[in-house]
């Protein structure tokens, strides 16, 4: 966690120093409130961009493409986690729940699935429903729309969020990245179905193929060369070995699957 | 718009109706301001008119089939300039289950694109170090790296070279800021912006935040735009992808510390994996296997797939961890240096220990 509380840090702080250099840069901006310039700054970031407050002055908007290039990637980079995080946190509670032992592979690479996702979703948008004032009708597909356009990032602009009080801010804030963080993972899952439905799960093959160790690029061949050193073996033989025992790894799951489907027969 | 102009049509005949009593003046036309601003505010708000069309009395065609496109563009790739909108709920509805379908497909073709682009920069890049060194370090043989006799007993030599190829984080920049300020350059020749404001305006666009301020016109030159965000978000993606997001993980890395090889991220793929979490996964493959060869196996795989991050400092690190006596490790670390070799990653001594 210790990382993650880094970054959060760092975002706190550029959101607080860009908010104060933009109320000294940008005449329409420092009208509003310290709080009005961090939704703006946060509307920005997570390019949601609705439109409804913007930059004016030359300055203020060089400002906002350096914060930009600063501030997209730390916000992706935390949302995604905290995205990664609520996936942990649901295997976790579904195994204790059900008293299922969950694989730790499962816990970190399964997503939610999507019953769960859309559940959550309909909750969200309920919630949404009461608490969020935007200004289309209230109670109505509006507020559905509203919610889903700005978690997609789209952020039309046509229905903005009020956030005239400090306390509307909070709440709207909390439900803006809620949102987001819930539309990376179904985003997430419905990539991964793309991506299934074309077989194009991200294939480990051939000899250049690039591992990124740490932040080190290494082809596959190198590692093979490197592994047969210390074997003392030509690297042929290594390779030759290899393919068995992908082979056997193989007939291993195969044979686990069919055990499995014995047992519950 | 009839609407508009039926209610302003009444209020002008009331108007000459009742030009001779004024209290009723009065109340009437402050009845019928009330009613056409209600109504204007109606066509602004939800259908979107400007002030000039309702002078014109013609409403400009809002959903051609151009101005479609481009919508239907800023929604699947989440600029949302928010002009056109949908009006209606069934618009809305439509528009909801049309983005859910979009997003993610335009993200994976985009994602692709961008990964096919950063591969190419790669080699590029490779080749350019390549290059460089050819040139810088033709004659300079004398300073080679150690390697260990039993590295050449098996062909290595000093012309292979592990290489490192990552991008600088400044090069990725300078590629994003001279696109964009090539989009700079086509907007301004393509709408009456100036150089900065075409160059805000595709800077907006190219990170998908789309405040809507500045718009292009929808004209012919649009596909052209389209052409250009498109390509435009592949590179930014790339860039995002190149240095943020290696840089970010810096910073996770080193706030875990070096602990040891169990705890290193590898990037297997595109999948970020912990080690420690891949060896166990292994393990409990070969307990269930109960053979023997398994353990064999295990760490033949692991070498394949993953291989503990190896830090340029690796020599000196290992001796830490090995002996205790801190002293040793500034003078030794120098001599390691030439004694190692850096194909192996072990000292001379220790392979023939080995053998």
Same mark, same amino acid.
């Given at each position: 966690?210790?990382?993650?509380? @880094? +970054?959060? %840090?760092?975002?706190? /702080?550029?959101? #607080? ?5 933009? =109320? ?92 769960? @996702? +859309?559940? %959550?979703?309909?909750? /969200?948008?309920? #919630? ?5 004032? =935007? ?102 033989? #290594? ?27 | ?355």
């Amino acid at each position: 966690m210790a990382p993650q509380a @880094i +970054i959060i %840090l760092i975002l706190t /702080t550029l959101m #607080v120093v860009g908010a104060v250099v933009f =109320q000294q840069i940008d005449p329409v901006l420092a009208e509003q409130s310290f709080y009005e310039v961090i939704f703006f700054e946060f509307i920005t970031i997570s390019t949601i961009g609705y439109g409804n407050q913007y930059p004016i002055t030359r300055q203020s908007r060089i400002f906002s493409i350096i914060f930009a290039l600063m501030g997209i990637p730390l916000l992706v980079v935390t949302l995604g986690n905290f995205g990664k995080y609520l996936t942990k946190f649901y295997w976790k509670a579904y195994g204790s729940i059900f008293r299922k032992k969950v694989e730790r592979q499962l816990v970190n690479d399964k997503d939610i699935p999507l019953i769960i @996702i +859309i559940g %959550l979703y309909g909750l /969200t948008f309920l #919630v949404g429903f009461f608490t969020i004032p =935007q200004s289309g009708k209230a109670y109505s597909v509006d507020d559905t729309y509203f919610s889903f356009i700005s978690f997609a990032t789209v952020g039309f602009g046509d229905k903005v969020p009020q956030i005239d009080t400090f306390y509307r801010f909070g709440k709207v804030m909390s439900y803006l990245v809620w949102g987001t963080i819930l539309n990376i993972i179904l985003i997430n899952y419905l990539t991964n179905c793309f991506n299934d439905l074309i077989n194009r799960t991200p294939q480990i093959r051939g000899t250049k193929m690039e591992v990124m160790i740490g932040d080190q690029f290494i082809t596959v061949s190198e590692i093979t060369s490197l592994v047969a050193q210390q074997f003392h073996a030509s690297p042929h033989q #290594v390779r030759s070995i290899l393919h068995d025992i992908d082979k056997i790894m193989e007939d291993m799951q195969n044979n686990e699957n069919t055990m499995e489907i014995e047992e519950k027969s | 718009l009839k609407l508009i102009y039926s209610r302003q049509n009444e209020f002008v005949d009331d108007l000459i109706k009742l030009a001779a009593d004024r209290y009723e003046w009065e109340t009437l036309a402050e009845r019928h301001m009330h009613n056409m601003s209600d109504q204007l505010f109606v066509a602004f708000e939800k259908y979107f008119l400007t002030s000039n069309e309702v002078k014109r009395n013609a409403a400009a065609e809002t959903w051609t089939f151009s101005s479609s496109i481009f919508f239907a563009v800023t929604v699947v790739t989440t600029i949302g300039y928010g002009n056109p909108v949908p009006a209606t709920n069934i618009g809305r509805i439509w528009c909801i289950m049309f983005s859910l379908l979009g997003i993610p497909l335009t993200l994976v073709t985009i994602a692709d694109l961008g990964k096919f682009l950063s591969e190419h920069l790669v080699w590029l890049y490779g080749n350019y170090l390549k290059l460089k060194y050819w040139v810088l370090f033709r004659h300079r043989k004398d300073r080679r790296e150690h390697v260990c006799e039993h590295c050449h007993s098996h062909g290595i030599g000093h012309d292979m070279q592990i290489e490192e190829k990552r991008i600088p984080a400044f090069l990725v920049l300078a590629i994003l800021i001279v696109y964009t300020a090539f989009g700079g350059v086509l907007m301004s020749k393509l709408e009456p912006w100036s150089f900065f404001t075409s160059f805000y305006w595709s800077f907006i666009t190219m990170t998908t935040v789309g405040f809507g301020d500045l718009m292009p016109r929808r004209d012919g030159y649009m596909y052209i735009i389209l052409l250009y965000i498109i390509l435009g978000l592949a590179i930014t993606t790339m860039c995002i992808d190149l240095v943020g997001v290696q840089y970010i993980r810096k910073i996770h890395y080193f706030g875990r510390k070096i602990q040891d090889a169990r705890s290193a991220l590898a990037v297997v793929g595109g999948k970020v994996v912990l080690v420690s979490e891949l060896y166990a996964n292994l393990m409990q493959k070969r307990a269930r296997n109960m053979s023997r060869e398994a353990f064999i196996v295990e760490n033949l795989y692991v070498a394949k797939h993953i291989i503990p991050f190896i830090p340029t400092d690796i020599r000196c690190i290992r001796y830490i961890d090995q002996t205790a006596d801190a002293a040793t490790i500034s003078t030794s670390s120098s001599a390691m240096d030439m004694q190692s070799c850096r194909f192996c990653h072990s000292r001379y001594s220790l392979n023939r220990a080995f053998k």
